[in-house]
Nanobody, 125 residues
Framework: VQLQAFGGGLVQAGGSLRLSCAAS????????MGWFRQAPGKERDFVAA????????SYADSVKGRFTISRDNAKNTVYLQMNSLKPEDTAVYYC???????????????????WGQGTLVTVSS
C-alpha cells in the first residue's frame, strides 16, 4: 500500500490543523493506521493509532485531549485533527500502516509496515 500524508503547514500556537493520509494500492481497511512525528534531531515518536474498524484508538500522553485520529475506510483516508497546537508539536508527521493485530507494537515504529513521506507541521509561538 502507498501512503501519502498532507495537510501540514505553519500555524500559530493555539491553532488547529487537520492532517490527512490517503492510501492507494490496497484498501486501507486491512490495516491498523498510525501517526508518528519526528522533530529535528530527535527520534520518530508515536502520536496516535486507530484500529481497522475505528473502534479503538490510542494516543501519546503528550497529545491526549488535543489530537483526534479518525478514519474513513470508504475514502481510504485517515485523519489527524490537531487542536490547541503547541510549539513542541513542531515536527514532520508521518502516517503508517500496520498489518498485525492491535497490541503492544501498535505504538511502536517497528510495529508498522508501510510509511508515507511525511508532512511538516510548524507551530510558532
Amino acid at each position: 500500500v502507498q501512503l501519502q500524508a498532507f495537510g501540514g503547514g505553519l500555524v500559530q500556537a493555539g491553532g488547529s490543523l487537520r492532517l490527512s493520509c490517503a492510501a492507494s494500492g490496497r484498501t486501507l481497511r486491512k490495516y491498523i493506521m498510525g501517526w508518528f512525528r519526528q522533530a529535528p534531531g530527535k527520534e520518530r515518536d508515536f502520536v496516535a493509532a486507530i484500529s481497522r474498524s475505528g473502534g479503538s484508538t490510542s494516543y501519546a500522553d503528550s497529545v491526549k485531549g488535543r489530537f483526534t485520529i479518525s478514519r474513513d475506510n470508504a475514502k481510504n483516508t485517515v485523519y489527524l485533527q490537531m487542536n490547541s497546537l503547541k510549539p513542541e508539536d513542531t515536527a514532520v508527521y508521518y502516517c503508517a500502516a500496520d498489518r498485525a493485530v492491535w497490541g503492544a507494537t501498535t505504538t511502536t515504529v517497528r510495529g508498522y509496515d508501510y510509511w508515507g513521506q511525511g508532512t511538516l507541521v510548524t507551530v510558532s509561538s
